[in-house]
């Protein structure tokens, strides 16, 4: 399920020893709350802060019995604190502490995704400068459309990471919330003032209004950010894959010394890396769906969406920032092949200034009915004969009414085509 080469920090953060970690800090700053306005004694809360451990096999072997992974969890805590842990868990529910350790761990899962995604702009900035005035054709359902600079699609990629960025960045800011408001969210045994300490111990804001959980509409939004990224990472590992084609091979992915393609063709050099970021990317989508089905629970919560959170968020934080770390590799060692763009731009015999020439004819006179027609007709005889598109319209005599051999060769210059390359890139990389 999850990639045997994942990046350890996020896989670290998941860990359960990291995770009872977060239990018993939510746990030691309610100590010190309720210390603060002299409900516990302020020795007891010292004696907790102290000694408050747990063991990760002896909560395991206390579940086994108890069925429940908190009981299971404060009665190891107990354990290691002594008398003094009657003081432990005071007012709250279940819920108060998983919730709100989770609300911490996803905040932090966060920081590490900002920093990938930061990153990987950082690379795909210098590529779109490095690439900038590499001329290429423009494709529109594949097949050639104008011609484009190579650049232009890093440029594409950067902004679309800009946006990927704020949407991690709210992420985050949605789901840094606490709960500590007792059994359905009234705060029966447990003032406000706690829940108010607690939150701004740990950095995180109350929850408005709760019931038992916090809610989760948070968490969907969250992965549906992680979705959003996910999915930008597949379109541009589906486009390399198109470049890599053998028909096209206008760019490849890395391939390492050593490296083989295929248990049969020695010759094989295939986009197996962006084909594993495609793939990925249906697994985080297929969990931003199953958090959107966890928002509709029970009356004030049940644990439906509990199971369900177990897996899909520590696997799509660990997946994106793999598939984040993974496409940055990809890029920073994309092999790029200019002259076969160029080569590539020759096979539609200049058809892509079809444009150009219909905008000159009707610019002339022409109806553009009558111009669409004389173009086209041109333009169909190229393709079919594989004669130069200009050829046939210089010896064309509607063409010859209206356009003269020096104006019908202006519009087969290549440079008008990319004069505001420099004002795209000063709009994205300004």
Same mark, same amino acid.
């Given at each position: 399920?999850?990639?045997?080469y994942?990046?350890?920090?996020?896989?670290?953060?998941?860990?359960?020893?990291?995770?009872?970690?977060?239990?018993?800090?939510? @746990?030691?700053?309610?100590?010190?709350?309720?210390?603060?306005?002299?409900?516990?004694?302020?020795?007891? #809360?010292?004696? *907790?802060?102290?000694?408050?451990?747990?063991?990760?096999?002896?909560?395991?072997?206390?579940?086994?019995?108890?069925?429940?992974?908190? *009981?299971?969890?404060?009665?190891? =805590?107990?354990?290691?604190?002594?008398?003094?842990?009657r003081?432990?868990?005071?007012?709250?529910?279940?819920?108060?502490?998983?919730?709100?350790?989770?609300?911490?761990?996803?905040?932090?899962?966060?920081?590490?995704?900002?920093?990938?995604?930061?990153?990987?702009?950082?690379? !795909?900035?210098?590529?779109?400068?490095?690439?900038?005035?590499?001329?290429?054709?423009?494709?529109?359902?594949?097949?050639?459309?104008?011609?484009?600079?190579?650049?232009?699609?890093?440029?594409?990629?950067?902004?679309?990471?800009?946006?990927?960025?704020?949407?991690?960045?709210?992420?985050?800011? =949605? *789901?840094? !919330?606490?709960?500590?408001?007792?059994?359905?969210?009234?705060?029966?045994?447990?003032?406000?003032?706690?829940?108010?300490? #607690?939150?701004?111990?740990?950095?995180?804001?109350?929850?408005p209004?709760?019931?038992?959980?916090?809610?989760?509409?948070?968490h969907?939004?969250?992965?549906?950010?992680?979705?959003?990224i996910?999915?930008?990472?597949?379109?541009?590992?589906?486009?390399?894959r198109?470049?890599?084609?053998?028909?096209?091979?206008?760019?490849?992915?890395?391939?390492?010394?050593?490296?083989?393609?295929?248990?049969?063709m020695?010759?094989?050099?295939?986009?197996?890396?962006?084909?594993?970021?495609?793939?990925?990317?249906?697994?985080?989508?297929?969990?931003?769906?199953?958090?959107?089905?966890?928002?509709?629970?029970?009356?004030?919560r049940?644990?439906?969406?509990?199971?369900? @959170?177990?897996?899909?968020?520590?696997?799509?934080?660990?997946?994106?920032?793999?598939?984040?770390?993974?496409?940055?590799?990809?890029?920073?060692?994309?092999?790029?092949?200019?002259?076969?763009?160029?080569?590539?731009?020759?096979?539609?015999?200049?058809?892509?200034?079809? /444009?150009?020439?219909?905008?000159a004819?009707?610019?002339?006179?022409?109806?553009?009915?009558?111009?669409?027609?004389?173009? /086209?007709?041109?333009?169909?005889?190229?393709?079919k004969?594989? !004669?130069?598109?200009?050829?046939?319209?210089?010896?064309?005599?509607? #063409?010859?009414?209206?356009?003269?051999?020096?104006?019908?060769?202006?519009?087969?210059?290549?440079?008008?085509?990319?004069?505001?390359?420099?004002?795209?890139?000063?709009?994205?990389?300004?």
């Amino acid at each position: 399920m999850i990639p045997r080469y994942t990046r350890p920090v996020m896989g670290k953060l998941w860990e359960p020893e990291n995770r009872f970690q977060k239990w018993l800090d939510v @746990e030691i700053a309610a100590c010190e709350a309720w210390g603060e306005i002299a409900a516990i004694p302020l020795d007891a #809360v010292t004696v *907790i802060k102290k000694k408050a451990k747990f063991d990760t096999r002896r909560i395991d072997d206390i579940e086994k019995v108890v069925k429940h992974d908190v *009981i299971a969890f404060l009665t190891s =805590v107990a354990e290691h604190v002594g008398p003094e842990a009657r003081f432990i868990h005071k007012g709250l529910t279940s819920s108060d502490i998983v919730d709100t350790a989770l609300s911490i761990l996803m905040r932090e899962a966060s920081d590490i995704i900002i920093r990938d995604i930061r990153e990987l702009m950082s690379v !795909i900035k210098r590529q779109a400068y490095t690439y900038k005035d590499a001329v290429t054709i423009g494709r529109s359902h594949g097949v050639h459309a104008e011609p484009m600079t190579f650049g232009l699609k890093f440029a594409l990629w950067y902004e679309d990471m800009k946006r990927n960025l704020q949407r991690m960045k709210k992420a985050k800011d =949605v *789901i840094s !919330i606490g709960k500590l408001s007792g059994a359905v969210g009234t705060f029966s045994n447990i003032p406000p003032k706690i829940e108010e300490k #607690v939150c701004k111990k740990l950095g995180l804001r109350p929850e408005p209004v709760a019931t038992q959980v916090i809610q989760r509409d948070r968490h969907a939004e969250y992965l549906t950010a992680l979705a959003l990224i996910a999915a930008s990472v597949e379109k541009i590992a589906v486009e390399i894959r198109h470049l890599q084609r053998t028909e096209v091979l206008e760019a490849e992915e890395p391939f390492s010394k050593g490296q083989k393609g295929s248990s049969a063709m020695p010759h094989k050099r295939n986009p197996v890396g962006c084909e594993n970021l495609s793939g990925i990317a249906r697994l985080v989508r297929s969990n931003a769906m199953a958090a959107l089905e966890n928002i509709a629970l029970w009356h004030e919560r049940d644990i439906s969406h509990s199971s369900v @959170e177990r897996v899909i968020i520590p696997d799509s934080t660990i997946l994106v920032d793999y598939m984040l770390d993974r496409l940055k590799g990809i890029l920073d060692g994309l092999q790029v092949y200019p002259d076969r763009m160029k080569k590539n731009m020759g096979r539609s015999f200049g058809l892509y200034n079809s /444009q150009r020439v219909l905008l000159a004819l009707t610019g002339k006179g022409m109806s553009r009915e009558n111009a669409y027609e004389v173009v /086209q007709r041109n333009a169909m005889k190229s393709w079919k004969s594989s !004669i130069e598109f200009k050829a046939l319209l210089s010896k064309d005599k509607d #063409v010859k009414r209206y356009l003269k051999s020096k104006e019908l060769e202006q519009i087969f210059d290549l440079k008008y085509y990319l004069k505001n390359v420099d004002y795209i890139f000063k709009r994205v990389f300004k």
